[in-house]
């Protein structure tokens, strides 16, 4: 009878780190590929959201809402002033006067410029603008015909939180 | 569930209502509400919790006015009709939100007078043809109508007990409202 033997490469403990991705790999080197100090495959971190520069990190779910191009928050606002659901980033809607409302975000604004919109339902007498921009919140006034009415619109806000 | 309602003043003496969107079971959201709500020059200032409690929101933060809750209620305490929303008031031991009706009463006046001035607009041109065609039989007629829809203001009985009441008194010398 005859009894193959493998040998059964003895696993060691590495100095940590065990190893990291490379994004500067050689293509075909795996030595380059698990050698480099890269951090590919590693989450962005707010900042490198905000910056928008690096194609090797991932945009993970709990910071893509950092990212220039993602709504801060979003929401549909009914002529009664109620906040629809669903939404997002919007803490409260008070209704202050007919038509006017101010939007209170979940999380504050880096500065008060940031940007924001608004659809308007209704036909073409029907208009919504905003003001009193703060870091926190912002002022949404509807109108019909040139006048404060209550309107029914979705918003969103868009800037660096 | 009730959907809950937070009652303040606006700086106009106006009630201001707010709905907290989603769970607010430590009231944090709230408290920012009122901060935000209190804003006058200061714009920059981000909410602290560990600073602006509700204590300091109503002894008055720099940049902000003095503000604190005047009440809670639920959203059907809220008159459905909101025609005479601004001439809403918190008034303790009546139902939750009342009607101001000396307000009402300006809000339906300024509702008249809108409707009465695109009347007025109406009668100019057929009054310069009469002045024209020298026609001083048109021009008395018009004249007269004129009179009478600048008139409508200080001759119009706004007198009513109720909301409804008060919104269904309307001028014979205008059109029917469309809303």
Same mark, same amino acid.
């Given at each position: 009878?005859t009894i193959?033997?493998?040998?059964?490469?003895?696993?060691t403990?590495?100095?940590?780190?065990?190893?990291? @991705? &490379?994004?500067?790999n050689v293509?075909?080197s795996a030595l !380059?590929? $698990?050698?480099?100090?890269s951090?590919?495959?590693?989450? *962005?971190t707010?900042a490198?959201m905000?910056?928008?520069?690096s194609?090797?990190k991932?945009a993970?779910?709990?910071?893509?809402?950092?990212?220039?191009?993602v709504?801060?928050?979003?929401g549909?606002?009914a002529?009664?002033?109620a @906040? &629809?659901?669903?939404?997002?980033?919007?803490?409260?809607v !008070?209704? $202050?006067?007919t038509?006017v409302?101010?939007?209170?975000? *979940?999380?504050?604004?880096?500065?008060?410029t940031?940007?924001t919109?608004?659809?308007?339902?209704?036909?073409?007498?029907?208009s919504?603008?905003?003001?009193?921009?703060?870091?926190?919140?912002?002022?949404?006034?509807?109108?019909?015909? &040139?006048a404060?009415?209550?309107?029914?619109?979705?918003?969103?806000?868009?800037?660096?939180? | 569930?009730?959907?809950?309602?937070?009652?303040?003043?606006?700086?106009?003496?106006g009630?201001s209502?707010?709905?907290?969107?989603?769970?607010?079971?430590?009231?944090?959201?709230?408290?920012k509400?009122?901060?935000e709500?209190?804003?006058t020059?200061d714009s920059?200032?981000?909410?602290?919790?560990?600073?602006?409690?509700?204590?300091?929101?109503?002894?008055g933060?720099?940049?902000?006015?003095?503000?604190?809750?005047t009440?809670?209620?639920?959203?059907?305490?809220?008159?459905?009709?909101?025609?005479?929303?601004?001439?809403?008031?918190?008034?303790?031991?009546?139902k939750p939100v009342?009607?101001?009706?000396?307000?009402?009463?300006?809000?339906?006046?300024?509702?008249?007078?809108k409707?009465r001035?695109?009347?007025?607009?109406?009668?100019d041109?057929?009054?310069?043809?009469?002045?024209?065609a020298?026609?001083?039989?048109?021009?008395?007629r018009?004249?007269?109508?004129?009179?009478?829809?600048?008139?409508?203001?200080?001759?119009?009985?706004?007198?009513?007990?109720?909301?409804a009441?008060?919104?269904g008194?309307?001028?014979?010398e205008?059109?029917?409202?469309?809303?």
């Amino acid at each position: 009878m005859t009894i193959n033997v493998t040998p059964i490469p003895r696993l060691t403990v590495l100095a940590a780190p065990a190893f990291v @991705l &490379g994004d500067s790999n050689v293509a075909g080197s795996a030595l !380059t590929a $698990v050698a480099s100090d890269s951090t590919l495959g590693l989450a *962005a971190t707010k900042a490198e959201m905000e910056a928008v520069s690096s194609a090797a990190k991932s945009a993970t779910p709990a910071r893509t809402q950092y990212h220039p191009g993602v709504a801060k928050g979003w929401g549909h606002i009914a002529s009664d002033g109620a @906040l &629809g659901s669903p939404s997002y980033g919007i803490g409260s809607v !008070t209704y $202050v006067s007919t038509g006017v409302r101010t939007i209170a975000w *979940a999380t504050n604004f880096s500065a008060a410029t940031y940007s924001t919109v608004v659809g308007m339902e209704g036909n073409d007498t029907v208009s919504g603008d905003f003001s009193n921009f703060a870091v926190g919140s912002v002022t949404l006034t509807t109108y019909q015909d &040139g006048a404060a009415d209550d309107r029914a619109g979705s918003i969103a806000a868009f800037g660096a939180q | 569930m009730m959907a809950k309602r937070y009652l303040t003043l606006a700086t106009d003496g106006g009630l201001s209502i707010t709905e907290i969107s989603g769970d607010d079971a430590d009231g944090s959201k709230l408290t920012k509400t009122l901060f935000e709500i209190s804003r006058t020059s200061d714009s920059s200032t981000p909410f602290n919790p560990a600073v602006h409690t509700r204590e300091a929101i109503a002894a008055g933060i720099s940049g902000h006015r003095a503000l604190a809750l005047t009440a809670e209620c639920e959203e059907s305490d809220l008159p459905t009709d909101r025609y005479f929303r601004n001439a809403w008031e918190w008034v303790e031991g009546l139902k939750p939100v009342n009607v101001n009706m000396s307000k009402a009463r300006d809000i339906h006046m300024d509702a008249i007078r809108k409707v009465r001035n695109v009347e007025l607009i109406k009668t100019d041109v057929p009054y310069l043809r009469a002045l024209e065609a020298k026609d001083t039989s048109a021009q008395a007629r018009i004249a007269a109508e004129k009179q009478v829809l600048r008139d409508i203001p200080q001759t119009f009985d706004l007198a009513s007990r109720t909301p409804a009441q008060l919104k269904g008194l309307w001028p014979v010398e205008l059109p029917a409202r469309t809303a």
